[in-house]
């Protein structure tokens, strides 16, 4: 199970770092990644950092203001936002990938940041 948190209602310019727990199962052999839902749109990609967290990957329009992070030995992920935009409005939900084909087959159920202008 993971349980995402850290979501709130922030002004234009904030940061914010999202968590995402995970219970039941050691994720430290699995890729896990970020994505996000805005109202009325289609779930997208965020970003995503392998399982030893060497690697990580991006949306382009993420790049340079979010972080993807990972401890291990907590057995949770991290998302760091920063200079938060009201696009950036939306559910963020966090996944895992166990199986390394970047399909994600464990999702949380979500976290919402609303940014205010």
């Known amino acids: 199970q993971l349980q995402a948190s850290g979501g709130g209602l922030v002004q234009a310019g904030a940061s914010l770092r999202l968590s995402c727990a995970a219970s039941?199962?050691?994720?430290?052999?699995?890729?896990m990644g970020w994505f996000r839902q805005a109202p009325g749109k289609e779930r997208e990609f965020v970003a995503r950092i392998t399982g030893s967290g060497s690697s990580t990957y991006y949306a382009d329009s993420v790049k340079g203001r979010f972080t993807i992070s990972r401890d291990n030995t907590k057995n949770t992920l991290y998302l760091q936002i920063n200079s938060l935009k009201p696009e950036d409005t939306a559910v963020y939900y966090c996944?895992?990938?166990?199986?390394?084909?970047?399909?994600?087959?464990?999702w949380g159920q979500g976290t919402l940041v609303t940014v205010s202008s």
């Open positions: 039941g199962r050691t994720l430290s052999t699995y890729a």
């Open positions: 996944a895992a990938d166990s199986r390394g084909g970047w399909i994600y087959n464990y």
